[in-house]
């Protein structure tokens, strides 16, 4: 079983859709949606509105900005860009979409008994995943050998060694990553909608489970029009600049 991973979205319609463009010359057989389907970008919509039209079964999980968008939580923690993003989101939601964001699973999420996904980590979608000490707290909550996340927009894989915790971060445009059967892993897949390791290229990952195999990705897409996108909507300049270097 082949599955193409996805996080991080950020209604940023462009790269996703130049994501999904690449990933037609691919083979997969369902997709994985981290969370963070909206917040930041200038198409919450249109985001929504391409993921609901994939033909393959699907399994996604809410992300924070997701949560705060439909109104589950109050954004009390962000700063004062993402909430003022998030609050023009949800004006422009529609109430389909609206629905859409409120019903999504809260995770970790065990996807057809093979591995696991959650959006920050497996003890708290909230929380990030940066070093080898976060790696650790999130392995003694972990169920299984694999898990995927999001929510630190980096392409990493920690893995779970007889004698400590490997941080990798994953650079490169076209990276093939092997899993080892003795070691337990906590896989990144990047971001699609808002890269922050210096790389503007969208991010995404197919995990073949049956090979187990991880295949990091990068597509670069019209980031001047996304950019320009989020300055005619109004929003804060520094979410479209900040797309022009992965930042």
């Not at 003694?140 to 779970?160: A, Q």
């Not at 073949?208 to 195999?213: G, I, L």
């Not at 996304?226 to 520094?238: M, S």
């Amino acid at each position: 079983m082949r599955y193409l991973i996805l996080s991080d979205i950020h209604s940023n319609d462009d790269a996703l859709g130049a994501v999904l463009s690449r990933v037609r010359r691919k083979r997969f057989d369902r997709v994985v949606v981290l969370g963070d389907f909206v917040g930041y970008g200038a198409n919450p919509n249109q985001v929504i509105d391409r993921i609901r039209e994939i033909k393959k079964p699907k399994r996604m999980i809410r992300g924070n900005h997701d949560k705060v968008v439909c109104g589950v939580e109050s954004g009390d923690l962000f700063n004062p860009v993402a909430l003022s993003a998030a609050r023009w989101t949800t004006e422009k939601l529609t109430p389909r979409n609206r629905r859409f964001l409120e019903q999504l699973p809260v995770g970790p999420v065990v996807v057809d008994g093979a591995f696991t996904i959650c959006h920050g980590s497996p003890r708290d979608e909230d929380a990030y995943i940066f070093t080898d000490f976060d790696a650790y707290l999130s392995f003694r909550e972990m169920d299984g050998s694999v898990c995927f996340f999001g929510h630190s927009h980096i392409p990493s894989v920690f893995t779970l060694e007889a004698h400590g915790i490997l941080v990798e971060l994953i650079e490169g445009d076209h990276t093939r990553y092997r899993l080892q059967k003795d070691r337990r892993y906590l896989i990144n897949p990047g971001s699609i909608g808002q890269p922050r390791d210096r790389n503007a290229a969208a991010s995404y990952a197919i995990y073949d489970a049956d090979e187990a195999v991880v295949q990091f990705d990068r597509v670069t897409y019209p980031t001047d029009r996304a950019r320009d996108k989020i300055f005619k909507a109004g929003l804060p300049h520094i979410l479209g600049d900040r797309l022009l270097v992965g930042s």
